[in-house]
């Protein structure tokens, strides 16, 4: 990992290195033992899921995790810290989110991951990280970035988890 700023950028070969980097922000997550806001940003087929599929496994849950494409969140409330994964692709107005009770959901220690942020610009809170998936050669890179304190108090914690192999 290559950090620059604020920004640390990661190189993903594949699906089974984004599923790898979400199992280690969850990592960092139990270290750090707060709750967090993240907004994954890319388009279609970047990997946003995956990379939430690795972090909500990397916190305890052994099912599957699925994208909540028509659903809008999908709770993981049997983990410690409790997880919710919102996908706003489909969402029409962000004053939507007002009707799903959206406020309650960043209440503690919760960390909530959002696909497609977005489109819910203006109701969302701020985000403690913000992971922008690209197209990069044959893979994907992943430029993560701290907009508060507690995100570069995570990226400190996963720079000190991951070791250069894990790249």
């Not at 496994?57 to 919710?84: D, W």
């Not at 209440?107 to 489109?119: M, P, T």
């Amino acid at each position: 990992m290559k950090v620059q700023g604020a920004t640390q950028t990661v190189f993903l070969a594949d699906e089974a290195k984004t599923e790898r980097l979400g199992r280690h922000l969850a990592e960092a997550i139990l270290s750090v033992k707060q709750g967090f806001t993240i907004f994954l940003q890319g388009t279609l087929g970047m990997g946003k899921t995956t990379l939430s599929r690795g972090l909500i496994r990397g916190l305890g849950h052994q099912g599957s995790v699925k994208s909540p494409t028509y659903t809008l969140v999908e709770p993981y409330e049997h983990l410690s810290p409790i997880a919710y994964h919102f996908d706003l692709y489909r969402l029409g107005d962000p004053e939507e989110l007002e009707y799903v009770g959206i406020r309650d959901y960043f209440q503690g220690d919760n960390v909530c991951l959002i696909e497609w942020a977005e489109r819910g610009q203006g109701i969302l809170p701020e985000a403690d990280l913000v992971i922008r998936l690209e197209t990069q050669h044959e893979g994907r890179s992943a430029a993560i970035q701290a907009r508060t304190d507690r995100g570069s108090q995570l990226i400190y914690t996963l720079n000190r988890l991951v070791t250069p192999t894990d790249d």
